[in-house]
């Protein structure tokens, strides 16, 4: 199974809030787990990342938490601001087919409201 | 520092019109890559070229083709467009494949009638 399954489509959340978005996958294989942002118009762009062997990475407001065991991984964006609003992808690399391949997730569209 | 450049931006197609749609990227990275999105569907990979000279099917590569013209460009042809290959292309780079990030143009807009 190469997919990676995000949820959810949408999320609306208050300026301050807390913004979370999931990700699970089911193969193994795969080696390395970026996000993507991606706002209107533009194409996404790197956001943060982390390798299976580490349980939880921060970058500011930008966490991602990664439980192996249940195969799952979350985007969390503490402080959500006004300007977060975008279209976050998941991602998972796995090395197939003689090269190494990224797999998105369908995106999940964010809104944070002032 | 224009990074990767796409054009057009917009293009709107008659069914079995072909056309080809162009990248191009300044950062002297060795693979590059084409992608469609469609809503619910993430992006998939069309065709990748791990270095000049080299070019491999992604995901979803009918009727799509594709030229690694020098180091810098990367082409996509529709030969005979169909309403199903309506999309927003994307055309991304990285040093290598796998390596991260790739770096995205900013998108075409393709819509066949």
């Known amino acids: 199974q190469q997919q990676v399954k995000q949820s959810p489509q949408s999320l609306i959340v208050q300026k301050g809030g807390i913004s979370i978005i999931n990700c699970a996958y089911e193969n193994t294989a795969f080696d390395y787990f970026p996000w993507y942002q991606q706002f209107p118009g533009k194409g996404p762009a790197l956001l943060i990342a982390?390798?299976?062997?580490?349980s939880e990475k921060k970058e500011g407001r930008f966490t991602i938490s990664f439980n192996k065991s249940a195969k799952q991984f979350s985007l969390h964006i503490m402080d959500s601001q006004p300007g977060d609003s975008a279209t976050y992808f998941c991602a998972a690399r796995l090395f197939s087919g003689g090269y190494n391949k990224l797999i998105f997730g369908a995106g999940t569209r964010l809104a944070v409201h002032p | 520092n224009a990074g990767v450049t796409q054009t057009p931006k917009f293009q709107v197609l008659k069914t079995g019109q072909s056309m080809t749609l162009q990248c191009a990227q300044d950062m002297n990275h060795n693979s590059m890559y084409w992608y469609r999105q469609d809503p619910g569907m993430g992006l998939r990979l069309i065709y990748y070229s791990a270095s000049e000279g080299t070019t491999d099917k992604g995901e979803v590569p009918n009727g799509y083709n594709v030229s690694r013209l020098n180091k810098r460009e990367f082409s996509l042809r529709l030969e005979s467009a169909a309403p199903s290959q309506t999309s927003v292309y994307f055309c991304a780079s990285s040093t290598r494949t796998g390596n991260q990030p790739q770096h995205f143009g900013d998108g075409t807009r393709l819509s066949i009638l």
């Open positions: 982390i390798r299976p062997d580490v």
